[in-house]
């Protein structure tokens, strides 16, 4: 698909995101923007004081090299954690970028009266009112989102999907909504706007893809609480140190205290924590889909039940041949040559499937008599067929056949067959020739390939899959064995959906689902993810926060995987700045007070060269790591679908002891490049 090809094309760095997200990043050294994250806040206002300490010891002939040193990596602490956010944003930019060149100055024809499509008037997009009645022929632009009130027309919604492919849309039924900034490719449509000016559903794609209505999750907002008292919780550490300092004899700098303090406080993940959450929607946008919050890429991640369709989700969403069972003293030959016969006047899917069954499986391949009659398949008659040369052909369902043929009873082995394919899940089709039985067609729902593997990789992430279905109980538990769904909920209403997922809400679970209905509606509105198709209706769309613009139901597992990476990846990230500092105590404890206390040297096991370049070189990585985890945070921690102990051995294998080994070479590397310097 054209976008999401555009999208992946996007590089992790672009040359002029990288040039604007540097301008972004010295504008958000504005401490009215930093006050937001309380980390990075502390952390300037400390480099702030530094540089004055710094410039104070410069005016005054007093040593001030170090302060100023400590003070200008300080400050790239900040700058690379700013950084981090502006690059996110940037990339988001690139693509809200893209999507506004969908968005055109587009001329509308207003109706004056809804009645009569021949009285309009010119009016420009913005200036139309929820409620308005426009008009769009062939080559026009849909000038706002709306819903079709009268006509069908092929819709081009490449601007919005990628998709090239025309879509179908029309009055009623669930293939009603129109989006603005698509086209009419042929025929008409009289549209009823439903979006006021600056709300229309292209508008808020681009709002949120650029951040601008980006609101913190509940799991940030956490994170946030907790980082703010890891940076009460040390700042008042490194005070008390001062009075120990003085009862030892040693006297501490504001720039060394300074230090300390930046290299105690979780920095690394305050500085990508707001990129992270950005990457999170930008990955979505990415597979097409657009979520109205960072929450409900969140709740993805904690979702432990998820509600699928059968019909287009699990199974194909037709039902297709799968077997010729003949009567009693008939061939399967003759029941194929019978059954294509009487299938030429069934134009749906199905019919299309048997005659597909009979040529692939008999090698008999549909060819019409000139003179033959042609009886085409109703759903009134449920019957379909074929008169020609005084012979006829029936095929339909048991009771439509048994009925043309006048009521007489079927032989039991004919009957036997009927209620097998019933027990699996099946739909049987009787066929007849001159008012003899022939035999059986036995038509089921394909289920999708792979889609059993899927589940059971679901089942190992402790996610519990439910397949809704109007089918009746016997069919939907044939198809949910063979699917390999956990439960699964027949003769399903728009009632039966939403009880049971507020019963479900009840247990203390998260629920996600897909829909693209009306009567899909209230149970969208409920559900943690309800996940609308941009095919459906526009109530679908509203309940619903989010679209797939693909209109894709299986997308919803993918979504479920991109909310568990973005947990994933804020969790690992978490660890690996918790674990690093670890490090940076081996590294400046032992500098403060190893003149007071030899006995510390002891400490110093990565052999630093002198207190001044240990307190340095910690604050040089502590800088560098921030710049150096960007792409991991915008690219996200690789997802694997094991259960949750296994992914918290791995994430403290890798990203807990990484944490801890990590700066040590770190560390240890920059100080004897600050040696070799003479800087040390």
């Given at each position: 698909m054209a976008t999401h090809a555009k999208a992946a094309a996007l590089a992790l760095f672009d040359g002029p995101i990288l040039s604007r997200a540097i301008g972004d990043a010295v504008r958000?050294?504005?401490?009215?923007?930093?006050?937001?994250?309380?980390?990075?806040?502390?952390?300037?206002?400390?480099?702030?004081?530094?540089?004055?300490?710094?410039?104070?010891?410069?005016?005054?002939?007093?040593?001030?090299?170090?302060?100023?040193?400590?003070?200008?990596?300080?400050?790239?602490?900040?700058?690379?954690?700013?950084?981090?956010?502006?690059?996110?944003?940037?990339?988001?930019?690139?693509?809200?970028?893209?999507?506004?060149?969908?968005?055109?100055?587009?001329?509308?024809?207003?109706?004056?009266?809804?009645?009569?499509?021949?009285?309009?008037?010119?009016?420009?997009?913005?200036?139309?009112?929820?409620?308005?009645?426009?008009?769009v022929e062939a080559g026009d632009l849909?000038?706002?989102?709306?819903?079709?009130?009268?006509?069908?027309?092929?819709?081009?919604?490449?601007?919005?999907?990628?998709?090239?492919?025309?879509?179908?849309?029309?009055?009623?039924?669930?293939?009603?909504?129109?989006?603005?900034?698509?086209?009419?490719?042929?025929?008409?449509?009289?549209?009823?706007?439903?979006?006021?000016?600056?709300?229309?559903?292209?508008?808020?794609?681009?709002?949120?893809?650029?951040?601008?209505?980006?609101?913190?999750?509940?799991?940030?907002?956490?994170?946030?609480?907790?980082?703010?008292?890891?940076?009460?919780?040390?700042?008042?550490?490194?005070?008390?140190?001062?009075?120990?300092?003085?009862?030892?004899?040693?006297?501490?700098?504001?720039?060394?205290?300074?230090?300390?303090?930046?290299?105690?406080?979780?920095?690394?993940?305050?500085?990508?924590?707001?990129?992270?959450?950005?990457?999170?929607?930008?990955?979505?946008?990415?597979?097409?889909?657009?979520?109205?919050?960072?929450?409900?890429?969140?709740?993805?991640?904690?979702?432990?039940?998820?509600?699928?369709?059968?019909?287009?989700?699990?199974?194909?969403?037709?039902?297709?041949?799968?077997?010729?069972?003949?009567?009693?003293?008939?061939?399967?030959?003759?029941?194929?040559?019978?059954?294509?016969?009487?299938?030429?006047?069934?134009?749906?899917?199905?019919?299309?499937?048997?005659?597909?069954?009979?040529?692939?499986?008999?090698?008999?391949?549909?060819?019409?008599?000139?003179?033959?009659?042609?009886?085409?398949?109703?759903?009134?008659?449920?019957?379909?067929?074929?008169?020609?040369?005084?012979?006829s052909w029936r095929k339909g369902a048991v009771d439509s056949v048994l009925q043309w043929l006048g009521g007489a009873d079927a032989p039991a082995a004919f009957t036997a067959a009927v209620e097998r394919i019933a027990r699996a899940g099946g739909t049987p089709l009787a066929v007849a020739r001159d008012r003899q039985l022939l035999g059986a067609i036995e038509l089921k729902d394909?289920?999708?390939?792979?889609?059993?593997?899927?589940?059971?990789e679901l089942r190992r992430m402790g996610i519990r899959t439910v397949m809704v279905t109007g089918d009746n109980r016997l069919t939907a538990a044939a198809i949910a064995s063979e699917a390999g769904v956990d439960d699964f909920i027949a003769e399903a209403t728009p009632q039966d959906k939403l009880a049971y997922i507020r019963r479900v809400q009840g247990e203390g679970r998260l629920v996600a689902m897909a829909g693209d209905g009306t009567n899909d509606a209230p149970a969208l509105a409920q559900a943690d993810v309800g996940m609308a198709m941009q095919t459906g209706t526009q109530a679908a769309r509203e309940a619903g926060n989010m679209v797939d613009l693909d209109s894709d139901p299986t997308k919803l597992i993918e979504v479920v995987e991109i909310g568990k990476q973005l947990l994933i990846t804020r969790g690992a990230l978490t660890t690996f700045s918790i674990a690093n500092d670890i490090s940076k105590y081996f590294a400046i404890l032992p500098a403060i007070f190893v003149a007071a206390y030899p006995e510390l040297g002891a400490l110093n096991v990565m052999h630093l060269a002198s207190p001044q370049s240990a307190i340095l070189a910690a604050v040089i990585f502590n800088a560098l790591i921030i710049v150096a985890l960007v792409p991991l945070a915008l690219r996200g921690v690789r997802f694997r679908p094991i259960g949750a102990a296994a992914l918290l051995r791995r994430n403290l294998l890798v990203y807990g002891l990484g944490g801890i080994v990590a700066p040590f070479a770190g560390i240890k590397l920059i100080d004897m490049l600050l040696a070799l310097s003479g800087l040390a």
């Open positions: 958000k050294l504005d401490p009215r923007q930093l006050a937001r994250n309380p980390v990075i806040f502390v952390t300037e206002v400390i480099s702030a004081l530094v540089t004055v300490l710094g410039l104070r010891n410069a005016a005054s002939g007093t040593p001030w090299g170090f302060a100023l040193a400590i003070a200008a990596f300080l400050w790239l602490t900040v700058l690379f954690a700013t950084f981090a956010e502006a690059v996110a944003e940037g990339r988001g930019r690139a693509r809200a970028n893209s999507l506004r060149r969908a968005r055109t100055e587009t001329l509308a024809k207003r109706l004056l009266n809804p009645a009569d499509r021949a009285l309009f008037e010119p009016a420009r997009a913005n200036e139309l009112t929820v409620g308005d009645h426009v008009l849909i000038p706002s989102d709306g819903e079709v009130v009268e006509g069908m027309a092929s819709v081009n919604e490449s601007a919005i999907t990628g998709e090239s492919a025309p879509v179908i849309r029309e009055a009623g039924g669930d293939r009603s909504a129109v989006t603005g900034g698509t086209q009419i490719v042929s025929d008409w449509l009289v549209v009823r706007i439903t979006a006021a000016p600056g709300a229309t559903f292209l508008d808020r794609m681009i709002r949120l893809v650029e951040g601008a209505e980006r609101r913190k999750t509940p799991n940030e907002i956490a994170l946030d609480i907790l980082l703010a008292g890891l940076t009460i919780i040390f700042l008042i550490a490194v005070v008390t140190l001062v009075g120990l300092a003085r009862y030892s004899g040693t006297v501490l700098g504001v720039p060394v205290l300074a230090a300390l303090l930046v290299c105690l406080i979780p920095t690394t993940i305050g500085g990508l924590l707001s990129a992270i959450g950005i990457a999170g929607m930008d990955r979505l946008v990415r597979f097409n889909v657009m979520a109205t919050s960072g929450r409900a890429v969140e709740a993805a991640g904690d979702v432990d039940t998820l509600l699928l369709d059968k019909t287009g989700t699990i199974t194909l969403g037709n039902r297709m041949a799968a077997a010729f069972i003949p009567a009693p003293g008939v061939s399967e030959r003759e029941l194929a040559e019978a059954v294509v016969l009487a299938s030429l006047g069934d134009d749906t899917p199905e019919g299309r499937s048997i005659l597909a069954f009979a040529r692939d499986r008999y090698a008999v391949s549909p060819t019409r008599p000139e003179t033959a009659a042609i009886v085409p398949f109703t759903a009134q008659t449920r019957l379909s067929g074929l008169d020609h040369d005084g012979h394909i289920v999708k390939s792979g889609i059993r593997e899927r589940f059971a």
